[in-house]
């Protein structure tokens, strides 16, 4: 048997992968990351968390880890935004901070593995693991994990992504979790989806600054709010009067301005990308068919797939695919197997 270390935040999918790994006669710990530099911040999960491992009948320990989470995640993703790109801090963070960061405490432990809740699933094989989707499609999370390393992924474990949701729910009721039925939060966990233009804005005051609106010749039709306030493909609060329905189709920092357009504008036939992470270290020398997703609700796209300098990728899509957003991660899969993925740095015009 060997000894876990479980990434529990109180909530039912950490539950049930503590309770499972516990159940089956490992030596189980669970590990609670403090994210954010106040006290308070802490306080809901670290009671959640404490109530599980109580259940349980495991130890748990608490973990500070706001200081590489404030430069990596909360700095990154406001940077990001200055650049009129719009990042994932989910990714970020499980990058640097849960399988940085926590996994090398856990390994400082004593702890064989780290265990997460994420639906997904590593295949430890002699000479390489293997990063696959979860099987349950809707609550897949691989898109999240495309960062991970061979030295990361040895040490990781993901029971969960053998399970659906809701036989995870199922599981929590059967062993008389309380969490069984706690709702998931949406949010960014730094900041809430109400609030997160006034917490960068804090930061950036530039980008609240209105700027103008351009139709794609490079006229004024109208004046923003200011760049924070839209993503690429965005149409509700634009307050442009057309005879057509507009989306933001660019968004340029450096003029303070937004370009706008009708919908089909907004497809493209490929993008570049950098940044790039390959699971089996090296990437491919030549150009491959792969099924890319460009965000985590972006149902796969069949694409070809062209190394270029070496720190580039160009990617071509069979059909034309809409809003391709600088900042979001593209991610390739060959089947269920994850390849690698990188930053989208530009979208490639359509035909």
Not at 23 to 47: C, I, P
Not at 279 to 298: E, F, L, N
């Amino acid at each position: 048997m060997a000894r876990i270390a479980v990434a529990l935040s109180g909530g039912v999918d950490s539950a049930v992968t503590a309770a499972l790994l516990k159940r089956q006669g490992h030596d189980v710990f669970g590990l609670t990351m403090k994210l954010l530099a106040s006290e308070e911040s802490l306080v809901k999960t670290e009671a959640a968390a404490r109530e599980v491992a109580h259940f349980i009948d495991i130890p748990l320990h608490i973990v500070d880890l706001s200081e590489v989470f404030a430069r990596e995640v909360i700095g990154d993703f406001c940077h990001a935004y200055a650049r009129g790109m719009t990042p994932h801090p989910c990714i970020r963070c499980n990058y640097y901070v849960k399988f940085g960061a926590l996994l090398r405490h856990a390994q400082q432990m004593g702890a064989d593995y780290l265990a997460t809740g994420h639906y997904a699933r590593i295949e430890h094989m002699a000479e390489v693991s293997v990063l696959r989707k979860g099987v349950d499609s809707k609550k897949d999370q691989s898109y999240f994990l495309y960062r991970l390393r061979q030295d990361q992924l040895e040490h990781l474990l993901m029971p969960l992504g053998d399970l659906t949701k809701v036989e995870a729910r199922s599981i929590a009721r059967l062993m008389g979790l309380e969490v069984s039925l706690q709702k998931e939060s949406q949010d960014i966990c730094f900041i809430s989806s109400a609030n997160y233009r006034e917490f960068i804005s804090a930061r950036f005051p530039a980008l609240g600054e209105p700027g103008p609106f351009l139709n794609p010749q490079g006229t004024v039709i109208g004046q923003h709010r200011g760049i924070i306030n839209y993503t690429i493909g965005q149409r509700r609060g634009l307050g442009i009067a057309a005879g057509e329905p507009l989306y933001v189709l660019e968004i340029d920092p450096d003029m303070n301005s937004i370009v706008v357009g009708p919908g089909e504008q907004l497809e493209r036939m490929g993008l570049v990308a950098d940044d790039l992470n390959w699971i089996d270290a090296a990437g491919p020398m030549q150009s491959i068919r792969v099924d890319a997703k460009i965000r985590y609700s972006h149902r796969s796209a069949k694409a070809t797939l062209t190394p270029f300098s070496g720190e580039e990728i160009h990617l071509v899509f069979d059909e034309p695919q809409s809003a391709v957003t600088p900042g979001q991660s593209v991610v390739f899969y060959e089947g269920d197997r994850v390849i690698g993925g990188g930053t989208i740095a530009q979208s490639l015009p359509g035909q």
